[in-house]
């Protein structure tokens, strides 16, 4: 099975603007979640869906938003970008959704705000 | 409120020495308990998880894990490193509550002299 994927892998942006990320689940993933990584943060988390709902979201703004797909594939977008949103954004999935099971991750795509 | 510590920002041991990362965590009750590593330019990749029964579980890549409700520890251990696993560890927990979010340690890069 392919693992998860993410694209894409590097973004370059300015601030003001917005940007749209990927993620594909391994296939039979129901469940897809996000993080954010930042050497000053570390990994936080941003949301998670199932099944196209979200079902819990982090602390961040309402900048950051996402959606999942009927086939599992899961997007998040940020709008008007700030330099302090520059970061790694993995995306994890699993199989059934339990809070008990093996998160699975992508390699992240590393997005830079100028 | 929900944490987990990783007390030990770097460590360097020499190749083939024992190995002992420190994970403290702090929950109401005994959450699902994860490591994971990262390597350079890489996502996560799961190492062990527990979540009840035999306080030592064993992982992938000769690592274990001993779990102490006492301490609220979950301590990763390796008899003898190779310079492969020279990379970024992550304690997690991932709370009972529905939440269906990890909650990440800041890390610990392990160095490995050769």
């Known amino acids: 099975k392919a693992g998860v994927t993410q694209t894409p892998r590097y973004l370059i942006k300015t601030r003001g603007q917005q940007v749209t990320l990927s993620c594909s689940p391994i296939?039979?993933?129901?469940?897809v979640s996000w993080y954010q990584q930042t050497p000053g943060q570390g990994l936080q988390f941003l949301f998670e869906?199932?099944?196209?709902?979200?079902?819990n979201k982090g602390n961040f703004p309402g900048r950051f938003s996402g959606r999942q797909f009927s086939n599992s594939r899961s997007e998040m977008n940020v709008s008007t970008l700030e330099l302090g949103d520059s970061a790694l954004y993995l995306c994890?999935?699993?199989?059934?959704?339990?809070?008990?099971?093996?998160?699975?991750f992508g390699p992240g795509t590393r997005l830079t705000v100028l | 409120a929900q944490s987990v510590t990783q007390p030990d920002i770097h460590i360097t041991v020499s190749e083939g020495a024992s190995l002992e990362l420190r994970c403290n965590y702090s929950y109401g009750a005994t959450p699902y308990l994860f490591w994971y590593v990262q390597s350079p330019g890489q996502g996560l990749q799961l190492l062990l998880k527990?979540?009840?029964?035999?306080?030592l579980v064993q992982g992938i890549k000769g690592f274990e894990a001993e779990f102490k409700r006492s301490q609220s520890s979950f301590n990763l251990r390796k008899p003898s490193v190779h310079w492969s696993d020279a990379a970024e560890y992550f304690c997690a927990v991932a709370p009972m509550d529905s939440s269906y979010k990890l909650i990440f340690g800041s890390g610990t890069r392990l160095l490995v002299r050769p």
């Open positions: 527990y979540f009840s029964g035999d306080t």
């Open positions: 869906y199932f099944s196209e709902t979200q079902r």
């Open positions: 994890a999935s699993n199989q059934n959704g339990g809070s008990s099971d093996e998160q699975f």
């Open positions: 296939s039979g993933h129901r469940s």
